[in-house]
């Protein structure tokens, strides 16, 4: 076939702006994204472009045999990600992932943008040490007692690894906390850091190790075994500091033949903490999961039956704004799995959005076959 007369073949970065602008309105949220970075030109036209909806809650899933996929449940669709990283946490477009060589990268998911965070090893402490053992093989962690260096016996590698992100698109700004499996200390840098600083989970005698994390903004909420809540202020220019302590004790429930029970918390828009019991249970008919929320008043734990015009995303244990218009829904819980931050031996993944006010979960056929390893909600938005 001829080319026909006047047209440059494959000059399609040459394509004028009203056929491109039509082509760019008709993509979805993440094909969008991906088209705007084909060159200067595309970018340039998709900044003059009523793109796509922007928020909808999305799914970033690995699967058993090492591959990632993105999935949108208000369409339907998977989009495949290829990719060497592991993920470990999101916020908005942006996700904390590790790379082969056990560094951590702050990368955006629809772009090539990237920020290279300082090596694992580089822990300002007096008390721990992390040696880098070379190639795949890990770290191996020590104890500092009067300029002596004490091996803790603990070899690490990037699989032990759990962290939370927060990004704020505006300013720019970031907080990344993460620590290695059992370890009793969290890291953390925010931006413009060389090394990470040092916060140690085990603060008081009756505290316990560590159960959750949560991070919002620069305020980093820790959960303990023994029903501890400390919220720390990470915005100082060298360390951190203590905003409060309160003690939590865990709610147990009864009355149910329970198979499995994460007790959680979360931190609404307003600052609220609550807890977020997740209970798999069986009756001679049914397998069934529920959620039963409480927050604290003076010294008493008070049911919370609503959440109002807000949702829950339990993987970052926060709650944002309801948006009909993004796929946001209200007075629901979107969940995953309940040992985010700290794996239990045996983790089951479980997709799916409970409604608080039906008592209802809704889940997504096309997830059904899929033998996932892990997944994770996240907000583009």
């Excluded at 479980?350 to 008592?359: E, F, G, P, Q, R």
């Amino acid at each position: 076939m001829e080319t026909p007369p006047n047209c440059d073949r494959g000059h399609w970065s040459e394509l004028p702006m009203d056929l491109l602008r039509c082509l760019l309105e008709r993509l979805s949220f993440v094909d969008f994204h991906c088209a705007k970075m084909v060159c200067s030109n595309w970018y340039l036209c998709s900044k003059q472009t009523l793109g796509p909806k922007v928020g909808s809650p999305m799914l970033i899933m690995s699967q058993e045999e090492g591959s990632y996929c993105l999935y949108n449940p208000e369409e339907d669709t998977f989009y495949e990600a290829k990719s060497n990283y592991r993920f470990l946490g999101s916020s908005g477009k942006w996700f904390l992932v590790v790379d082969s060589r056990s560094d951590l990268h702050i990368i955006n998911v629809f772009s090539n943008e990237r920020i290279r965070l300082p090596p694992l090893e580089t822990v300002k402490s007096s008390l721990y040490k992390i040696e880098r053992l070379g190639g795949d093989k890990g770290f191996n962690e020590f104890i500092i007692i009067e300029h002596e260096k004490f091996s803790s016996g603990n070899l690490v590698t990037a699989e032990d690894l759990r962290a939370v992100l927060w990004v704020d698109e505006k300013k720019g700004d970031y907080f990344v906390v993460w620590r290695f499996e059992e370890c009793p200390y969290l890291r953390f840098c925010k931006k413009g850091d060389v090394h990470y600083h040092e916060i140690s989970t085990r603060f008081d005698v009756q505290s316990g190790g560590l159960k959750d994390v949560v991070l919002k903004g620069n305020s980093l909420y820790v959960q303990t075994e023994h029903g501890y809540i400390r919220h720390l202020d990470l915005s100082g220019q060298h360390s951190f500091e203590d905003v409060w302590v309160i003690n939590w004790h865990p709610v147990r429930m009864g009355g149910y033949r329970i198979i499995s029970f994460s007790n959680n918390f979360a931190v609404t828009t307003s600052g609220e903490v609550l807890s977020v019991l997740a209970i798999t249970s069986e009756s001679s008919f049914e397998r069934n999961r529920t959620f039963h929320l409480y927050k604290k008043q003076d010294t008493k734990l008070i049911k919370v039956d609503s959440l109002g015009d807000e949702a829950l995303f339990l993987d970052f244990g926060i709650t944002v704004p309801a948006d009909h218009t993004l796929g946001i829904e209200p007075n629901s819980i979107y969940f995953t799995r309940d040992d985010r931050f700290r794996h239990k031996r045996v983790s089951c993944i479980d997709i799916c959005v409970y409604n608080l006010a039906t008592k209802t979960i809704k889940r997504f056929p096309s997830l059904s076959n899929l033998k996932l390893k892990d997944a994770q909600w996240f907000l583009p938005s």
